[in-house]
């Protein structure tokens, strides 16, 4: 727990709880496969019910369904149904989701560093074994 928030400290039990806390609530809103990739294809144009399935390819009907009401209950979307015919149901971030902007930031450029290490190490240990083959 010491290197979270550039804290070079030990915490105390309640500290380390509360922040534990803080964390698993966090993970349980925006946690999982799919609600931050919603969130991102929300943010990229897509409103529709289909139209955000075709942005998320592998996500069934119905995990969409049910990750869209946990976004709205959390407050990170509205649903606003057209009665017109045919009836248009569109999903539209609210302005509480951009609290999440700094998260997304840090989750890419984390990602993307750890990609880089990723395959840094992988490089590093195939290529032994390539060296190996050709001796």
Request: net charge neutral; proline share 4%.
């Amino acid at each position: 727990m010491d290197q979270l928030n550039g804290f070079s400290r030990p915490h105390s039990g309640a500290e380390c709880n509360s922040k534990l806390g803080a964390i698993g609530d966090a993970l349980y809103v925006i946690g999982g496969k799919w609600r931050l990739r919603i969130i991102v294809a929300l943010t990229e144009g897509g409103s529709r019910f289909n139209e955000l399935q075709r942005m998320l390819p592998g996500i069934s009907p119905r995990v969409l369904s049910n990750e869209l009401k946990e976004l709205e209950i959390n407050g990170f979307l509205t649903r606003n149904v057209f009665t017109d015919t045919p009836v248009v149901v569109e999903y539209k971030l609210t302005p509480y989701s951009r609290t999440l902007d700094s998260v997304m930031g840090a989750l890419v450029e984390w990602g993307e560093m750890h990609r880089i290490k990723i395959r840094e190490d992988d490089m590093q240990t195939t290529k032994p074994i390539a060296q190996e083959a050709i001796l």
